[in-house]
């Protein structure tokens, strides 16, 4: 069964919890283990291709990378620690790098876990399941449909402001100043023009008889089964084997702030 | 909450969040730059502006939970879009949203002078510093640059969040886009200097 298949609503939930479970611990292994796992089941199951993924993933390693720096850089030295190496006010110890190295594994591993989530959901269905199985007012979430539905249009009318712009002989923005009012000369219009249009939009829907009432009919109907529940416990079952294996390594530690 | 919104309110705050949610995904490159060069404190130097749709939908709409809902849709739809945060990053929305929303319910969204926009940013910067501190592992830095990290995140609440959203706000009314919102109707009666809308 493809991951795309299941409840978009537990699958948000599955990520938040396995993120809660990350959370608690603070060691290289655990957080490592999920990371390889979770992409492992977006390339067999989500049937995501890796090129699509990594472009989405990169950035992140670069964030991991600074945050490992900034770690390593203003780190608490702590008495006692195996010093590796030291210079001028800077110094690296052994323990300090493997919080580093920790600090680095979670944010990608909880990357993973999204990304996941993100390339296996459509937003639409997302919105139905949250409306269907999470209680959000259908006023909210066609007010959010209908919003996500405006942004190609603004991209249009942000070509068109430019092309305006070009031809009245605006120049290019260089000094602050200038790029502040360049910056309002863009937002100003587009959101004037939006908020002309989502007041449009709302009578539109009004006068078709929405009056966003929470007991409605849907056409689509998103349902919950064992097959998602299953889907929830697998994840949060490999959460807890990722910190078996630390743990039977020995690399297990409770995240309590210490450091 | 929601029952004693219009709809027209509704979907106004739904495209202000939606525009904002791009907005916010270009910053985070942004911020990625300013990270790289400065390590973690870059990020607090522009963290306000993913604050500022709070500010601005509270301001125009003047309803409880403008603000709250606004950053949370935004975070929202910042994951529908695709940003590998992912669904946590609803919860850091919901978290800023709660914050900004606090000041406002502090003066029972009455109030919407520059210094309570101002305070309103400063919300948000306490409480996503608060959450950031436990989820991003701050704690695995030294005390003095968490310090740090702290008031530059609270200024650039205070300005990014608070002052730009006003000006923003404003010259939005000025268009004429939000006549028939508070804001728009305290501009025309010409009392848009002590900002009170009862």
Redesign the interface.
């Known amino acids: 069964m493809p991951l795309h298949k299941f409840n978009p609503s537990i699958k948000?939930f599955t990520?938040?919890v396995c993120?809660l479970i990350l959370?608690v611990f603070?060691d290289p292994v655990t957080p490592f283990l999920t990371l390889v796992m979770t992409a492992a089941a977006t390339f067999i199951f989500g049937r995501v291709s890796f090129k699509r993924w990594i472009l989405?993933?990169s950035?992140?390693i670069?964030?991991a990378a600074?945050?490992i720096?900034?770690?390593l850089?203003?780190?608490?030295t702590i008495e006692g620690e195996t010093i590796l190496w030291s210079w001028g006010i800077f110094t690296l110890t052994e323990e300090g790098f493997q919080?580093?190295l920790?600090?680095g594994m979670?944010?990608l591993s909880?990357?993973s876990?999204?990304?996941l989530?993100?390339l296996t959901t459509k937003?639409t269905e997302?919105l139905l399941s949250l409306m269907q199985q999470c209680r959000l007012?259908p006023?909210?979430a066609y007010?959010?449909m209908?919003?996500?539905r405006?942004?190609p249009l603004?991209k249009e009318e942000f070509e068109i402001i430019r092309s305006a712009h070009r031809i009245r002989g605006v120049p290019k923005a260089r000094t602050l100043p200038e790029k502040m009012a360049e910056f309002?000369r863009y937002?100003?219009?587009?959101?004037?023009?939006?908020?002309?249009?989502?007041?449009r939009?709302?009578?539109a829907?009004?006068s078709k008889g929405?009056t966003?009432d929470k007991n409605r009919d849907f056409y689509h109907k998103i349902s919950v089964s064992w097959k998602d529940w299953a889907y929830f416990a697998i994840f949060i079952g490999a959460v807890l084997f990722s910190t078996y294996i630390s743990w039977l390594l020995g690399f297990l530690k409770l995240?309590n702030?210490?450091? | 909450m929601?029952e004693k919104?219009?709809?027209?309110e509704?979907?106004?705050?739904?495209?202000?969040?939606?525009?904002f949610a791009?907005v916010y995904l270009v910053f985070l490159?942004f911020g990625?730059v300013l990270?790289?060069m400065f390590?973690?404190i870059g990020y607090d130097l522009i963290f306000g502006i993913w604050f500022i749709v709070s500010i601005i939908a509270a301001y125009i709409i003047r309803k409880p939970g403008a603000a709250f809902?606004s950053e949370t849709?935004a975070a929202?739809?910042e994951?529908?879009?695709?940003?590998?945060?992912?669904?946590?990053?609803i919860?850091s929305g919901m978290i800023q949203g709660i914050g900004a929303e606090a000041v406002f319910a502090a003066t029972k969204w009455k109030n919407y002078r520059t210094w309570v926009l101002i305070a309103a940013g400063m919300g948000s910067s306490v409480t996503s510093f608060i959450w950031g501190y436990?989820?991003?592992?701050y704690?695995?830095?030294?005390?003095a640059?968490v310090t740090a990290m702290f008031f530059v995140r609270l200024i650039s609440g205070a300005l990014l969040a608070g002052l730009l959203g006003k000006w923003?706000s404003e010259?939005?009314a000025k268009?004429?886009?939000?006549n028939?919102f508070p804001i728009g109707k305290e501009l025309k009666r010409g009392k848009t200097k002590n900002g009170i809308t009862a």
């Open positions: 948000a990520v938040i993120v959370s603070f989405l993933f950035p992140f670069f964030m600074v945050y720096w900034s770690a850089i203003f780190s608490k919080r580093a920790s600090l979670r944010v909880f990357t876990l999204s990304l989530f993100i937003p997302f007012p006023k909210l007010g959010i209908a919003g996500y405006f942004l603004m309002k937002t100003v219009p587009l959101l004037a023009g939006a908020i002309r249009k989502a007041e939009t709302a009578m829907m009004e929405f966003g995240y702030g210490e450091l | 929601l919104w219009k709809l027209r509704v979907i106004v705050l739904s495209v202000l969040a939606v525009v791009v490159q990625n990270y790289g390590g973690l809902l849709i929202a739809i994951v529908m879009i695709g940003n590998a945060v992912g669904p946590r990053l919860l436990f989820i991003s592992g704690a695995a830095l030294s005390p640059y923003l010259s939005l268009t004429g886009a939000l028939s």
